[in-house]
């Protein structure tokens, strides 16, 4: 029987084994540089954390209105009162949870503050301030000579405590001056704006309240575009407030306020007197508060019956509307009007004799 050769088992290299080592070697390097970069960015954050080191100084930080998280993150940065800005900075606000609380305004910050107390002065609201209100209604004017009747100056004195006598001196003085509606030397009168106004109780002053509402007419004008659109009507800013005082005097309800102005400014292009009695009434030779006939022959500068043009200076604080009509005036052929019913109403006509007419039918 032949021999049969069994072959002999032969010794298996593993081909796996550099491969592991090489894996291996790679994830022992993964997991070092994921070590450092983890260790880096905890020290970046806790850095960005951290108050900033150096000399400390006083910064004005301002807030603007509307500015978001970022940029107010950014800002701090720029100025250094915070280490980071970008991702971590922003991360590190939203994490505060008061992103959405920061506050508009000017604050006095410090190089070296935390963040966590930056955000504290950032977001608390400043104390409340003791305030007391003013509220002047369209239409009074500074300084009436009627006895019991209202004006600006015994607001003044009635609602904040101030003297009359004092606000008199000082709007009549000539010192202010609010361009390019008033020159200085210029009467104030007019140039009151007439609303609500909300004044610090503390160190509360007649001369504050004078350059307060004189700033709130001049946003108002502004508003309105007065000095551009006075000028298209052949007016200077001062005599379109000159001519909204009569309007506001003159109107009793709101209908009637464009027609009013129209037949004003009708009357100014052909030459006519005004014949408005409330700006006699504004100097009036016996301050009654009406007009005898005396009165009425009376040859004063506010004599509009006799004297022909605007008045000298406004006759009353108009309001904004007063404002507007003056610079919009109805566009109209009325010459006349009459104050007809009792609802402040008036009756409008182109003529003398329909005038005259509604004048029989509204006054009797």
């Known amino acids: 029987m032949d ?20 894996a291996l070697l790679v994830a022992t390097i993964l997991f070092l540089g994921l070590v450092v970069a983890v260790t880096a ?34 800002a701090l940065h720029a100025q250094g009162l915070v280490n980071c800005d970008g991702f971590v900075g922003s991360m590190l606000l939203r994490g505060s949870g008061k992103a959405s609380e920061i506050r508009a ?34 239409g009074l004017r500074i300084d009436s000579p009627v006895p019991g009747r209202e004006d ?36 104030l009168e007019g140039f009151l704006f007439p609303k609500t106004y ?10 504050i309240v004078i350059e307060t509402m ?48 129209g037949v004003i400014h009708n009357r100014l292009d052909l030459d006519m007197t005004l014949g408005i009695d409330a700006t006699l009434l504004y100097d009036d030779p016996t301050p009654d508060g009406a007009l005898s006939t005396a009165d009425i022959e009376t040859d004063t500068p506010y004599n509009t019956r006799i004297n022909g043009g605007l008045t000298p200076t406004p006759i009353a604080s108009p309001g904004a509307k007063a404002l507007a009509w003056a610079l919009d005036p109805a566009d109209t052929e009325f010459l006349y009007y009459v104050l007809c019913g009792d609802d402040g109403g008036h009756r409008f006509a182109v003529t003398y004799d329909e005038h005259l007419r509604n004048v029989d039918a509204c006054l009797g």
């Open 41 to 74: 960015a905890a020290s970046y954050y806790q850095d960005c954390r951290s108050a900033p080191e150096g000399e400390r100084r006083d910064v004005a930080f301002e807030v603007p209105e509307g500015a978001s998280g970022d940029e107010v993150v950014a």
């Open 105 to 138: 305004g000017t604050y006095e910050l410090q190089v070296g503050m935390p963040l966590d107390e930056i955000l504290t002065v950032l977001t608390t609201p400043p104390p409340k301030i003791p305030t007391v209100e003013l509220t002047v209604v369209e």
């Open 214 to 261: 004189l700033e709130q007419f001049a946003l108002e004008a502004g508003s309105l575009d007065l000095e551009r659109r006075a000028g298209q009507l052949d007016l200077t800013p001062y005599e379109a407030v000159v001519l909204a005082s009569m309007i506001e005097k003159e109107y009793g309800i709101d209908d009637d306020g464009p027609l009013i102005s």
């Open 3 to 22: 021999d049969v050769l069994t072959p002999t088992p032969t010794a298996r290299h593993d081909d796996h084994r550099p491969r592991r080592r090489i």
């Open 152 to 187: 600006i100056a015994s607001a003044v004195e009635d609602q904040l405590g101030l003297s009359a006598e004092r606000l008199v001196a000082l709007a009549e003085s000539g010192r202010f001056s609010l361009p390019p509606y008033l020159e200085a030397g210029d009467p």
């Open 198 to 207: 909300e004044f610090p109780r503390k160190e509360l002053h007649e001369r």
